[in-house]
């Protein structure tokens, strides 16, 4: 009679030992991989004799109010030798005056024009590639249109970080804060990936940047044969070439506050969700051990969630543990979380913590499996 007891209770208790087992997963992310950007003592770059020669380079389509906006920001960077090469990709609106404006008052002011073609579709990769091929220096700074730097040394921080045996600089991009749930979604789920990549970018093991605000070398682009291998997906000029080329060795991150390129957020629920089904597409053919471990852990932190409920419906009793499961794992996000938040400037996003992590990785799980095969059809 004892024994059957003590089945029946080990029976009850194995929805819980599933949640305990998704639970060591997502401690082992959350505390040891990003751990390592929450213990990271961000450096700046700026204080230094030398600074590399540099060329920013900006692709633009139908771009013409971002231009007239953020474009003088970045012509007036702080920064001993630069060039900023726009490249005005079979732009339709006034893009190609505005920029001419531009040139009449900033002679380090380049333009590259590329015309429609009837018989010749092309996708951002190929401008970027006319502007990298155009460019005067050895080092690349590449941003876009809608994006404004938060300082004038952003220059000096990112270019500054070319030292050593660097060739690829990782930098951050947040979004600027509006009102309202999906600005919330969007600034939590560009923080929740900057913590990604930066993190296992220190751990010596980088496999995306976000090509607002990516820098790399001429003489990396061209060794690799620019964007050959997935010329034939839309997007990836920023994740793909990081994920194909980056080493132990050759990556360095720059997250100060002036290093910082803010961005324009979507502004509506069908435009983001274009946007991400647009990143779902690339992700497909990073290195199979990235996949691997940005899918172990996106699966395993939904299943989580899936698991608590499940225990609790299935075995009610024992409902303590599963909660006590959720709170440990929220506990730890807090801890780790909040030094990350305030280095990444979205410390007001630490009070939505619970509502925004549950919804983000729902969001962002069905929205890659429905998109991950998608043919990818927009321009950017």
């Not at 291998?229 to 360095?252: P, R, W, Y």
């Amino acid at each position: 009679m004892r024994m059957e007891h003590l089945q029946d209770i080990d029976i009850r208790l194995l929805p819980y030992g599933i949640v305990v087992l998704f639970l060591l997963i997502q401690l082992y992310f959350i505390i040891f991989v990003y751990g390592k950007l929450s213990r990271y003592q961000v450096a700046s770059f700026q204080v230094q004799p030398n600074f590399p020669p540099v060329s920013v380079i900006i692709c633009a389509h139908n771009e013409q109010d971002n231009l007239r906006e953020n474009l003088s920001s970045i012509l007036e960077q702080d920064y001993p030798e630069f060039e900023v090469i726009v490249v005005n990709d079979c732009s339709f609106d006034d893009t190609k005056w505005v920029l001419q404006e531009f040139a009449a008052k900033y002679p380090h002011l380049r333009i590259i024009e590329i015309k429609e073609h009837i018989n010749l579709k092309h996708s951002k990769k190929f401008a970027l590639t006319m502007g990298i091929k155009g460019a005067k220096h050895e080092y690349l700074l590449m941003t876009d249109a809608d994006c404004l730097p938060n300082s004038s040394n952003w220059l000096k921080e990112m270019a500054g970080a070319f030292q050593g045996r660097t060739e690829i600089i990782l930098g951050y991009s947040p979004y600027f804060k509006h009102p309202g749930f999906l600005n919330r979604l969007i600034r939590f789920e560009t923080t929740h990936t900057a913590m990604s990549y930066l993190s296992y970018a220190l751990l010596g093991d980088a496999y995306m940047g976000v090509g607002r605000n990516l820098a790399y070398s001429k003489a990396l682009f061209f060794k690799a044969r620019g964007f050959t291998e997935h010329m034939h997906i839309k997007s990836g000029d920023d994740d793909l070439f990081v994920n194909a080329n980056a080493t132990k060795q050759n990556v360095q991150i720059s997250i100060s506050e002036d290093a910082m390129m803010y961005s324009a957020p979507k502004m509506t629920w069908k435009s983001y969700y274009k946007q991400k089904a647009r990143h779902a597409g690339a992700s497909v053919i990073y290195k199979g051990r990235h996949q691997r471990m940005l899918g172990t852990q996106l699966i395993t932190a939904v299943l989580f969630y899936i698991s608590v409920i499940a225990a609790i419906a299935i075995s009610p009793a024992y409902w303590y543990i599963a909660v006590a499961a959720y709170l440990l794992r929220l506990s730890c996000q807090f801890l780790v979380f909040r030094s990350i938040y305030r280095k990444l400037a979205v410390s007001d996003l630490l009070a939505w913590l619970p509502i925004l992590d549950l919804y983000y990785y729902f969001y962002i799980c069905f929205n890659g499996l429905f998109n991950r095969s998608k043919k990818q059809v927009s321009w950017k």
